[in-house]
């Protein structure tokens, strides 16, 4: 029995003084990870470097509360046991996040503001004018197009609304056979809205006497015209 006793204490004693010196190799050999968080991305590689982990830099995160170039996050996080020598991850703040207003002129609206939603942009408000192209789109945006702004920003677009009407001078009908004058109001597409039959001695009949707009002014292609025609 005292052998027995002796065998059982021996082994009990190596077990407890391996377990001790296992013990003693892994605090000896466990360091705690530094808070580089906020620092410079040099200096925190140095303070994780100088705590015997190896700091490597992960590709950067967008952070409106950390300036740029600094470390926004690490992994492991500040105060974790890791072996020496294990690797500490550090992602660099890119600070706060941005979104280019694209490029939406001549758009139709409707569709520059689905690539607004799309880009995580808010459309505003619409600002509209008349004339100033050929079809409805979008002309101009605040921001202007091209612009770096914060997601979530609110574009105002400015949109023609009414197409733009080609403007001519109108031609001088006075004298001119009735057939010729109502050929070239077609041929630029006026409307021949009224024709006067007056009497006129010393005129033959079909002779343009009078003619509104009058010969010489602005029209645009939609203009109704009248004329007054010998009879």
Not at 71 to 98: I, M, N, Y
Not at 106 to 131: H, I, K, M, N
Not at 200 to 218: E, F, M, N, S, T
Request: charged content about 20%; overall charge neutral; glycine content about 10%.
């Amino acid at each position: 029995m005292r052998l027995f006793a002796a065998g059982v204490g021996l082994v009990v004693g190596v077990a407890a003084a391996v377990w001790l010196v296992l013990w003693i190799s892994l605090r000896t050999s466990a360091v705690r990870v530094p808070d580089v968080r906020t620092l410079d991305l040099a200096r925190a590689m140095a303070v994780v470097q100088d705590a015997g982990l190896v700091a490597r830099p992960q590709d950067g995160v967008f952070d409106a509360e950390v300036t740029a170039g600094h470390v926004s996050r690490q992994r492991p996080g500040a105060g974790f046991e890791s072996k020496r020598g294990g690797t500490v991850l550090l992602f660099p703040s890119l600070g706060k996040a941005t979104q280019r207003v694209g490029d939406l002129e001549r758009l139709p609206s409707s569709l520059a503001e689905t690539e607004l939603e799309a880009a995580g942009l808010v459309p505003g408000r619409r600002c509209e004018v008349d004339g100033e192209a050929d079809a409805a789109v979008v002309l101009a945006a605040s921001p202007a197009f091209g612009t770096l702004t914060s997601p979530g920003t609110e574009v105002v677009l400015l949109v023609n609304r009414a197409t733009r009407e080609r403007r001519y001078v109108m031609p001088d009908f006075v004298g001119a056979a009735e057939s010729d004058a109502a050929r070239v109001l077609r041929a630029l597409g006026f409307r021949l809205a009224n024709v006067q039959r007056v009497d006129y001695p010393g005129i033959a009949p079909g002779i343009v006497l009078r003619q509104d707009p009058p010969a010489g002014g602005p029209v645009t292609e939609t203009a109704i015209t009248a004329l007054w025609v010998s009879r």
